[in-house]
């Protein structure tokens, strides 16, 4: 079964707390998600391999290590997930980004794709897979179901906050797949919105509401 990683740093809850904060505007709430996915990111890469690697200091030689060459792609879910890649990339500056475009039907809840595009050799690729929210799962197990069909091997979704019920959906459906977060929140509600949540990531992001 995929492992659930909470993140509880101190400065990452710190910053999830003013994101939460209704009167928080759109401009700090990018620029605190930047930083909350840069911090994230060095849990979610932490048991990336290194290898031994010859150098030579300003006072002498050395054997100091490096990346072993792990190729990673990061592939946002649209529109929200695009909001996580700028912190990633600060860390990972390599990584290739593919995208895929999702969106949560009004009245079924259920997602409906409209785009993807990925990295020719996005098989090959440690895959991070990011969305701000995990609410009931469905984008999240349908974007890990694209890439898979694509030769996926190796994915890790990366979220800010989850609710119980997409946790558990996304762990049934794809128990291969451990999942990073920063909270877990105490339920959806009738609107499958997360409880307390910080309400619709997207429009936050991008001052659409």
Known sequence: MAQLHVIDHPMIQHKLTIMRMKETGS???????????LL??????????????????PICPMTAKRVSGRKLAIVPILRAGIGMVEGLLSLIPVARVGHIGLYRDEETHKPVVYFCKLPADIQTRLVIL?????????????AIAMLKERGCKN???????????????????HPDVDIYVAAVDEKLNENAYIVPGLGDAGDRIFGTK
Do not use: H
């Not at 401009?27 to 996915?37: A, H, M, N, Q, V």
């Not at 994230?40 to 200091?57: K, N, S």
């Not at 990011?130 to 349908?142: E, I, N």
């Open 40 to 57: 994230m990111g060095y849990e979610v890469t932490r048991d990336i391999a290194l290898e031994d690697f010859p150098i030579e200091t």
């Open 27 to 37: 401009k700090d709430f990018r620029e605190l998600l930047k930083e909350i996915s």
């Open 155 to 173: 994915i890790r979704l990366m979220c800010l906050v989850a609710a119980p019920e997409g946790v558990e959906k996304v762990r049934t459906s």
């Open 130 to 142: 990011t969305d701000p929210m995990l609410a009931t799962g469905g984008s999240a197990c349908d």
